[in-house]
């Protein structure tokens, strides 16, 4: 009976001790500075904090016991971005790991347009098993300086739709490597290699259009230049194979890690690399990258031993759809590619391009980006 007492004492003040951590607890977060929300692993809502609540102007009852879906009908969240947020929910359920998302931009109800960076985390019960996601996004106001509201909304519109199901097919291919045999999964790693490349591409374009209306670009967090370069070429490598052309790539040891737009440089590299591929035939190609006279200053370079240009041509190629007809695949693309390279190369970063080619004697192409390690 004394026993029963005082257990019955303990369990009293645990419960009340515990009832004012989780009201402390739940204190804290609707003040922090961020929306925070949590969801099972049916997509059900399960928590959230006052913020995004505030911010997307619903009620705590018209979130909480809910599949994320349903919030197309109560907010101004759109059908094809709530299938990226649970098609990103999905990815940390399955893997386990903590993932960071830039958020594509989000229309809210008090007419700002936010884009949100968002760190998911998966929620583990105390057998070890994933019951659902926490995340927490940091919203960032699309001001004057960003201008995202300039970008035409069919492109904002597009890049919603091929996102989405560009996911899916990421992690229907995931799902595959994951459960099969060594064998399936080697045959399946370089396309889904290149699926996630494609995302990136997509990703980047999106980037570069924002950069385009606000007529700004974004310095980046210091990053590596080589395993861009590599999962570059391995995106290309069926059309390397195709075409019967080797591949070097020379990026010097010690190269000092780069502060440029990421986005431009992928846009650059997979623009040169299709070039270059294209106008080639059992050949070789030799990318290189380097500091220039300057430390801060990178020198990238891309020498083929293709088809070449006429030194006539060496100012043309870099004007919209120009295209001279030549190499093993002389129907493809639209003559954008080095346009593009001279739009963010010379007009963006103030940078130098340089030609050597003859017809029939292989094209080099030298690209000086100033201030790239800065």
């Given at each position: 009976m004394l026993i029963d007492t005082i257990e019955n004492n303990v369990v009293s003040l645990f419960n009340e001790k515990f009832s004012l951590d989780q009201a402390l607890l739940g204190a804290a977060i609707d003040q922090f500075p961020a929306n925070i929300y949590w969801v099972d692993t049916n997509h059900i809502a399960?928590?959230?904090?006052?913020?995004?609540?505030?911010?997307?102007?619903?009620?705590?009852?018209?979130?909480?016991?809910?599949?994320?879906?349903?919030?197309?009908?109560?907010?101004?969240?759109?059908?094809?971005?709530?299938?990226?947020?649970?098609?990103?929910?999905?990815?940390?359920?399955?893997?386990?790991?903590?993932?960071?998302?830039?958020?594509?931009?989000?229309?809210?109800?008090?007419?700002?347009?936010?884009?949100?960076?968002?760190?998911?985390?998966?929620?583990?019960?105390?057998?070890?098993?994933?019951?659902?996601?926490?995340?927490?996004s940091?919203?960032?106001?699309?001001?004057?300086?960003?201008?995202?509201?300039?970008?035409?909304?069919?492109?904002?519109?597009?890049?919603?739709?091929?996102?989405?199901?560009?996911?899916?097919?990421?992690?229907?291919?995931?799902?595959?490597?994951?459960?099969?045999?060594?064998?399936?999964?080697?045959?399946?790693?370089?396309?889904?290699?290149?699926?996630?490349?494609?995302?990136?591409?997509?990703?980047?374009?999106?980037?570069?259009?924002?950069?385009?209306?606000s007529k700004k670009l974004d310095r980046a967090q210091p990053y590596s230049l080589e395993p861009i370069i590599l999962n570059v070429s391995v995106a290309y490598s069926k059309l390397s194979e195709k075409n019967d052309v080797s591949l070097s790539i020379d990026v010097k040891k010690l190269l000092p890690q780069l502060t440029v737009s990421k986005a431009v440089i992928n846009n650059v590299l997979g623009n040169l690399f299709s070039n270059a591929?294209?106008?080639?035939?059992?050949?070789?190609?030799?990318?290189?990258?380097?500091?220039?006279?300057?430390?801060?200053?990178?020198v990238l370079s891309f020498s083929d031993t293709g088809i070449g240009v006429h030194p006539e041509h060496h100012e043309k190629i870099f004007e919209y759809s120009f295209q001279e007809g030549r190499g093993p695949n002389v129907n493809s693309g639209m003559g954008f590619g080095l346009y593009q390279v001279k739009k963010h190369?010379?007009?963006?970063?103030?940078?130098?391009?340089?030609?050597?080619?003859?017809?029939?004697?292989?094209?080099?192409?030298v690209l000086l980006i100033p201030n790239a390690f800065k």
């Open positions: 399960r928590g959230g904090n006052q913020r995004l609540f505030d911010c997307f102007q619903i009620h705590r009852d018209d979130y909480i016991g809910h599949k994320l879906d349903r919030l197309a009908e109560i907010t101004t969240l759109t059908h094809e971005q709530l299938k990226l947020i649970m098609s990103q929910d999905r990815k940390v359920i399955e893997t386990g790991q903590v993932l960071v998302f830039n958020d594509a931009p989000i229309l809210l109800p008090d007419g700002l347009t936010c884009r949100f960076r968002t760190t998911r985390a998966p929620l583990w019960n105390s057998r070890g098993e994933i019951i659902g996601v926490v995340g927490i940091q919203p960032r106001a699309v001001d004057e300086t960003d201008r995202l509201g300039e970008m035409p909304l069919p492109a904002i519109s597009f890049y919603h739709q091929v996102k989405t199901p560009i996911e899916g097919l990421i992690t229907d291919l995931e799902n595959i490597v994951d459960t099969s045999s060594p064998l399936v999964t080697q045959k399946l790693a370089p396309l889904l290699a290149k699926a996630r490349y494609l995302r990136e591409v997509v990703d980047d374009e999106f980037e570069l259009g924002r950069h385009a209306a591929l294209k106008y080639t035939k059992n050949g070789h190609l030799l990318v290189t990258a380097k500091q220039g006279d300057s430390r801060e200053d990178l190369i010379v007009d963006g970063f103030g940078g130098e391009i340089l030609i050597e080619s003859e017809l029939n004697k292989g094209f080099t192409i």
